[in-house]
């Protein structure tokens, strides 16, 4: 893999985490879903819709890119993925699969030759594709009974569907074992494909499927562009021993593209990369990585890859680096379900609980701007449950016995871990995955971090990423846990989502470890600070000072609303913002400021401004026009000069100068009301709160 200079900077500190989990018998593997975009990004595809005309074509050069680099000997499969409400399909998703060992599942025999030489083999052609199929069920030991379907959505495509099952004795212990074709009786009239969009074997007319019988077919595609293969349903060794007898039967052809519905492989015999359609994004999901040098490895490739086929891990909105609107969740779990470091350890696990619960930059600071109770990651004291239900939660986990508790763990914290509609997926810390047996892919002992969005470079993301081992590691040790959560109540919302709370916050964070040996390079931790947190204005005259940053804001939830499709959506209030102004003392001494003609009053802790940015539809207080532009100045306050005027037209590009006219600009300082925060004891001023006219 790429070692990339910046990652031997962590190299010291990642393995002496590594020696600590060692010694302590734990195994934790890292995995992730970093998300990427095209260096110009067009189309609903690429900011809204899950998928459209690009994204595949984007997903599979990325993937073949993936292999040539990283991967040579893998095999790539197309799949459906997850089908939401409003969806008329599911949503693809494309697979990477290799062996745990780093040995091919099953060697193609055109592997190693190229596409280009005029000697490479040509794809199968309509009168072999019979005999392809006879050889594969002769290898088998059952004769396939293909069945000849139309596509009317292309009719020099040709079709074959032959029903081919495996039975397994433990799941069907009256059928024989062991491989079985079945024939289907379907009237001519009848085969014909669905006309939907997506490989054959997902378009099958199952609804004629003979009774009794798996719904396993094997779909063999042939057309002017290639052929290719669907394969059915099954466990993970009869579908291995499928891909080798295809691979055997393939030479003297070109190399089928692959589909089908791979097995959840929970045992670890395979290592799984996927690409997959989100909304606005192409999401990455990681293979497990046994540490983070293996996980930070990984991320240097994307980048790599990336940058060679069209993509990367931000956009550029008009001169400014931004994110690409989605996450990069990062999963703790174990390379197996019997070696899973949580299932036998529920103290550790709480103390993790609690202590993320204690420092709110873990969950706002790596964040998307929406962070809060309507983001998709709000934090437990943020979601459905109550304060003494969590209390109540940790208190029990803390009492159980040795042994393997993943039921208890997950039936105790599952349910509390979920937003205020009760989803259990959206939470800071998410364990969907954990024990969830009512979801096909919950039983896999995963636990989810979701506050964590893409950040433009490969090494901010691997620099959270060894934060948070770092992390785990600190409270594997019992006298570094916190005995109980802290009650923030209003300032959870106000003061610590300001840039200086979320510093300071991260900094004790950093020489807590530090002092645990375990020192972390503050430096990009500092950046990505700086790029969540912009400067907005920077003033000094002398040894007075003022900075203003952008700051973050919990934005409201709105009533589901309905969308195309016939379903319904959820929407937050994005108009708001907020920025804070920290001022020192020589400031304050000697000058004041003007925000919107009247006083702004500052203490020496920090003070922060809420205010309208624009008016959405929908949007609570529509009543309420946007505040922008608005006008600050600083005025000398023992001669009632102007000191400095600016304005603020659009947060991205901060308070820019100007000039004014009106030299009474100090009378507001001298008569006008000044703004109040919107509950004593808070530091937010709310420019709502102004009057309304009339």
Aim: aromatic letters at 8%.
């Amino acid at each position: 893999m790429t070692s990339p200079p910046w990652l031997a900077g962590s190299l010291a500190v990642a393995r002496e985490i590594d020696r600590r989990l060692s010694a302590a018998g734990v195994q934790l593997t890292l995995g992730g879903e970093p998300t990427y975009v095209p260096n110009r990004p067009e189309g609903a595809e690429w900011s809204v819709a899950a998928d459209g005309p690009t994204k595949l074509g984007y997903a599979k050069a990325l993937g073949q890119e993936l292999q040539r680099r990283v991967w040579p000997e893998s095999t790539l499969i197309y799949c459906p993925g997850k089908r939401y409400d409003g969806e008329v399909n599911p949503r693809w998703a494309l697979r990477l699969i290799i062996g745990a060992n780093g040995k091919p599942i099953v060697r193609w025999p055109q592997d190693g030759g190229s596409e280009d030489d005029a000697t490479a083999p040509g794809p199968l052609l309509e009168a072999d594709a019979l005999t392809f199929l006879e050889s594969i069920g002769t290898a088998l030991g059952c004769g396939l009974r293909p069945l000849a379907l139309r596509d009317t959505l292309d009719p020099d495509r040709r079709v074959w569907a032959a029903p081919l099952c495996h039975h397994d004795l433990e799941l069907d212990p009256e059928a024989p074992p062991g491989w079985e074709a079945s024939e289907w009786p379907l009237d001519d009239s009848l085969r014909e494909l669905l006309p939907a969009a997506g490989p054959a074997g997902l378009r099958l007319p199952l609804q004629h499927f003979p009774e009794g019988v798996l719904r396993q077919v094997l779909t063999l595609e042939v057309h002017p562009g290639g052929w290719s293969l669907f394969l059915p349903p099954l466990a993970r060794e009869p579908l291995e021993q499928l891909l080798r007898l295809i691979a055997a039967a393939s030479a003297g052809h070109s190399q089928p593209a692959l589909s089908g519905v791979l097995p959840l492989d929970i045992t670890g015999h395979w290592q799984v990369l996927g690409l997959t359609a989100d909304p606005g994004v192409l999401e990455v999901n990681l293979p497990v990585c046994a540490n983070w040098e293996a996980y930070a490895g990984w991320m240097a490739e994307l980048e790599a890859a990336g940058a060679t086929v069209g993509l990367r891990s931000w956009k550029d909105d008009e001169g400014h680096v931004v994110s690409t609107g989605g996450g990069n969740h990062l999963l703790w779990g174990g390379p197996d379900l019997e070696t899973n470091p949580f299932f036998s350890r529920p103290r550790w696990l709480v103390g993790v609980l609690r202590f993320w619960q204690r420092h709110p930059s873990l969950a706002y600071l790596f964040s998307s701007p929406s962070v809060g109770p309507a983001s998709q990651a709000p934090r437990p004291d943020e979601g459905s449950a109550s304060w003494l239900d969590l209390e109540l939660a940790h208190g029990v986990l803390e009492t159980l016995p040795e042994g393997d508790q993943r039921v208890l763990i997950s039936e105790t914290l599952r349910h509390l871990h979920a937003d205020r509609s009760g989803n259990t997926h959206r939470s800071e810390i998410s364990l969907d995955k954990f024990w969830n047996p009512a979801w096909a892919a919950g039983c896999q002992g995963l636990i989810e971090f979701r506050a964590i969005e893409t950040l433009p470079t490969a090494e901010a993301m691997a620099t959270i990423a060894l934060l948070w081992s770092a992390l785990a590691v600190h409270l594997l040790e019992p006298r570094n846990r916190p005995e109980a959560m802290q009650p923030f109540g209003p300032r959870l919302h106000d003061e610590t989502m300001l840039p200086s709370a979320l510093l300071a916050d991260l900094e004790g964070l950093l020489a807590r470890l530090a002092a645990d040996g375990l020192r972390l390079d503050p430096k990009p931790f500092r950046t990505i600070w700086e790029s969540h947190c912009p400067r907005l204005l920077a003033w000094q005259q002398g040894a007075a000072t003022l900075e203003i940053r952008r700051a973050r804001e919990a934005w409201p939830l709105l009533c589901d609303t309905p969308v195309e499709g016939g379903s319904t959506s959820r929407f937050v209030d994005s108009s708001l913002r907020r920025f804070e102004l920290i001022s020192n003392g020589a400031f304050r001494e000697r000058f004041g400021v003007v925000l919107n003609g009247r006083p702004l009053h500052l203490g020496a802790g920090p003070v922060a401004v809420r205010y309208r940015q624009d008016q959405l539809y929908p949007c609570l207080h529509p009543a309420i026009a946007p505040h922008l532009p608005l006008a600050l100045s600083i005025l000398d306050t023992a001669t009632t000069t102007l000191a400095g005027h600016w304005t603020l037209t659009c947060e991205r590009d901060g308070f820019k100068s100007a000039a004014i006219a009106d030299p009474a600009i100090a009378i507001p300082w001298l008569s006008a009301a000044p703004w109040r925060v919107a509950n004593p004891g808070e530091v937010t001023v709310d420019l709502r709160l102004e009057p309304l006219p009339g």
